[in-house]
């Protein structure tokens, strides 16, 4: 039975995934072309106030989704051995070091999509120690510059942040915090013109951050679609997708309308009744890292157990996370208010963990999958806290504490056990007892 | 492990052992006194402030733990376990008399996460007796913007701190708070030259000692009490053993320079928060308080886990240099491995000017002396005493 599940791929049926996709790698390799004809190329942190850059029209890439694709194509065991031999630890940072390895090939041109354009600057927050590291050697690696982003903690916060991000944002942080934010905006920025002699233009940058905005609107209203539809229409692999790509180009018209078309396909699936599965029961919500390499293996349990993920956690996060209005106001503080948090909103309590249970409740889930990065000290989210408040609030949690990038760590049949035995003992029965409670 | 006999028999050594040994005695004198105790995490948090409000700060460690059953609630197996430990003393109640507030800086990214988690539980665990949490969010880039933010980092701290004693802190209290500590770091600092050199006259355990010490008692008593010291330990006789640097894991309890001490090696300088870190750089007593303190706090000797990887090695060779160290050794625990990413480059560095280096990861803690360890321990000391 193991060898029939391994044969499972995660299915896409929205034509919006497959256009994100393909748009994506047509993008990549213009990026690629551009900087073969001498345009600078920045390689950035996922964290990294990108919309600066697309502002300058300079290309880059992103670390987290050059990580991704090469874990889908099981690079990263290649990278870390590469990485062991110069003298490094093959097995911390799995998450963040994968373009290290990747620098290192002898023939880089081996590496997804015939590897990565030539590097001039890299840029990352400091939200790890080991993160400043992997970005300072991998500009070494690629003879680029660094640029660094410090960070600051919040030492104020508030368990209700989602409902004051879109337009309250400057109430949401200390005033200090994001000034000095602001003030780390225009260094990179005096960085950038200097580095690729192009001009940061604020009218532009405006316009930018606008259209941003339009893009978070119809993801905001997929959400709310989906969460009010009462079944799930496509899958979460496929939600994904169709959502993170056109956040990796969020500030283009492409991406505007990218979202748009989203929505429009998801109300059209919708009104016509079209279910990801006819016998959905169980509905799962993903926390902590994405399983990257093993994407298809949910639809054995989609079968078996009509288990689904809405995946609408996604959606919650574009909405809550990047949409800020009054930009006008001033735009870098509002840009500011955006990247400043995203640290808070994702790896930190209270703001991931009510969130979370908020998300949850709105959505019907019947439980989370909550995947802890097991060598990734950034990743560790106060999964226990997120875990308690879920579980407090009636949903169970499978937590399973894995190398998300390291398809040769993941045991498929004893995963597949201990997911079915979640199923069965916490899930089902809690199941029932919502169910019953609802029927009275 | 033991001292020898010359440490044994000055009496100022033996109070600073009995400090080091004891650590919360002094805190409990205070506290019996009806006087205010911080515990403090992580090397950046200005004592100075606290000792200016006539307060005491007590570092939190994690020695002696055996049980983290508590902490396991809270925290994801990525933290290691020293600190695992210290955070285990702070959620099991040990410390909810002793302090009246833990302050805990930004000197690993591991403490801004404990920071949170512990804000976090006395937001949604009212039956867990933590003292009241502060954070100061000292920055590490050694940009002019970041220095700015440091000094109202540091302002907001003092004020903070005013409101905890109920009295203002003024700038005369802050100048004679930083003299004070000044002249302790100055005395180890004294103290530790004689473990430096080709004749070093201290063993690394006693180091650990002396130095160790200081962050359990008031600052001018140990001061003193280590001037008292220098007089003797200038005539202790010479270590005859490879000279090591040791870089990694936080030394807080003496296992470690012990068990390489019995292998016939010394550890003569560290640039961990326990060892030479502590006592780099003093406040600018002629500056304005508060950008001298958080000068001296963001601009010391690198933090090898907040430093750009150029300037740990060049900091590694500079020091190694200075002090006469024959081999470094690189030692860290399991999930404290951010050193590593350092390594291949200080390695390549001190092959240059002759110096031999070693690295020994995923330790567990507190330290097992397995036959494995020693055998590579000892096959390092062995190789530095070959270049001797």
């Known amino acids: ?440 | 492990m033991s001292f020898r006999e010359c440490a044994l028999n000055n009496s100022s050594f033996i109070a600073l052992k009995q400090a080091y040994d004891d650590r919360e005695k002094v805190a409990r004198e205070w506290k019996a006194a009806g006087k205010t105790v911080i515990g403090t995490m992580g090397n950046d948090v200005p004592d100075e402030v606290l000792i200016a409000a006539g307060m005491l700060p007590v570092r939190i460690y994690g020695s002696g733990v055996t049980s983290t059953e508590n902490a396991a609630k809270f925290l994801e197996l990525n933290f290691d376990q020293i600190v695992r430990c210290q955070f285990e003393k702070l959620v099991n109640g040990e410390y909810a008399e002793l302090f009246d507030k833990v302050v805990i800086s930004s000197s690993t990214d591991v403490l801004i996460r404990i920071y949170s988690y512990i804000r976090e539980i006395h937001r949604t665990e009212p039956d867990v007796k933590v003292p009241k949490e502060y954070f100061v969010d000292i920055l590490f880039t050694p940009y002019l913007q970041h220095q700015l933010r440091n000094e109202f980092v540091v302002d907001k701290f003092i004020k903070t701190v005013g409101e905890w004693a109920g009295h203002e802190i003024s700038d005369e209290d802050l100048r004679r708070a930083s003299a004070i500590c000044n002249e302790d770091r100055q005395a180890m600092r004294e103290f530790s030259a004689l473990r430096y050199g080709e004749q070093p006259r201290v063993m690394g355990t006693e180091a650990l000692v002396v130095i160790g010490s200081s962050l359990f008692m008031e600052k001018d008593k140990h001061a003193a009490l280590v001037r008292e010291l220098l007089k003797d330990a200038v005539n202790w006789p010479v270590v005859d053993a490879p000279r090591i640097y040791m870089t990694g894991s936080v030394q807080e309890n003496l296992a470690l320079y012990g068990l390489i001490e019995e292998l016939g090696g010394n550890v003569i300088t560290e640039d961990h928060d326990w060892g030479d870190r502590h006592f780099d750089t003093d406040v600018d007593l002629n500056a304005i308080p508060v950008k001298a303190i958080a000068a001296r706090y963001m601009c010391r000797m690198v933090s090898p886990k907040k430093s750009f990887i150029d300037d740990h090695v060049a900091a590694t060779v500079a020091h190694t240099k200075k002090t006469g160290a024959q081999g470094l050794l690189l030692y860290s625990i399991v999930e404290d491995e951010t050193f590593a990413w350092d390594y291949p480059n200080q390695r390549e560095a001190l092959a240059d000017i002759g110096v031999k280096t070693t690295a020994i990861g995923r330790q567990g803690y507190p330290l097992k002396a397995t036959d494995e360890l020693k055998a590579e321990l000892k096959g390092f000391i062995d190789q530095l005493k070959e270049v001797k």
């Open chain 1, 1 to 440: 039975m193991a060898e029939e599940k391994k044969e499972f791929r995660s299915k896409k049926k929205l034509k919006c995934t497959a256009a994100a996709t393909a748009y994506q790698k047509a993008y990549f390799f213009d990026l690629k072309e551009r900087v073969e004809r001498g345009e600078k190329c920045g390689y950035l942190n996922a964290d990294v106030p990108m919309e600066i850059l697309r502002a300058m029209d300079i290309p880059f890439v992103v670390n987290q989704w050059w990580t991704a694709l090469s874990a889908a194509k099981q690079m990263n065991a290649q990278y870390f051995e590469l990485m062991a031999e110069k003298g490094y630890r093959g097995d911390i940072c799995t998450y963040c070091a994968g373009a290290l390895g990747a620098s290192m090939l002898p023939d880089k041109s081996t590496a997804p999509w015939g590897g990565l354009p030539k590097i001039s600057f890299t840029v990352t927050r400091l939200t790890c120690d080991c993160q400043m590291k992997i970005f300072d050697l991998l500009s070494k690696q690629y003879g680029a510059k660094f640029y660094p982003m410090e960070n600051t903690t919040p030492l104020k916060y508030d368990t209700n942040w989602f409902d004051m991000c879109h337009d309250n944002w400057e109430d949401m942080f200390e005033p200090d915090r994001l000034d000095a934010m602001v003030a780390d905006l225009r260094g990179l920025i005096t960085f950038l013109e200097m580095e690729t002699g192009k001009m940061f233009d604020m009218n532009k940058f405006i316009k930018m951050m606008n259209l941003i905005n339009e893009q978070e609107m119809w993801f905001e209203k997929a959400r709310q679609l989906l969460l009010n539809c009462g079944f799930t229409t496509v899958s979460q692999a496929d939600l994904t997708a169709a959502i993170l790509i056109p956040q990796w180009h969020r500030g283009t018209e492409w991406a505007r309308d990218q979202a748009k078309s989203l929505y429009e396909e998801l109300k059209e699936r919708v009104d016509k009744g079209e279910k990801q599965i006819p016998n959905e029961r169980i509905r799962m919500e993903s926390k902590g890292r994405g399983l990257w390499f093993n994407q298809g293996f949910f639809q054995y349990f989609e079968e078996k157990y009509g288990l689904v993920f809405p995946g609408i956690s996604h959606l919650t996060f574009a909405s809550h996370a990047y949409m800020r209005n009054n930009v006008e106001k001033d735009p870098l503080r509002a840009l500011a208010a955006r990247y400043g948090i995203m640290e808070d909103v994702i790896h930190t309590p209270p703001w991931n963990n009510c969130a979370a249970v908020a998300d949850c409740k709105e959505g019907d889930i019947d439980a989370v999958m909550y995947i802890v990065s097991s060598n990734c000290m950034l990743a560790v989210d106060g999964s226990n806290f997120q875990i308690n408040e879920l579980e407090r609030a009636g949903i169970p949690v499978f937590a399973v504490r894995l190398d998300p990038t390291n398809a040769k760590a993941w045991n498929q049949d004893e995963m597949t056990k201990m997911f079915e035995e979640f199923i069965e003992t916490r899930v089902l029965p809690r199941k029932r007892e919502k169910e019953a409670e609802r029927s009275k």
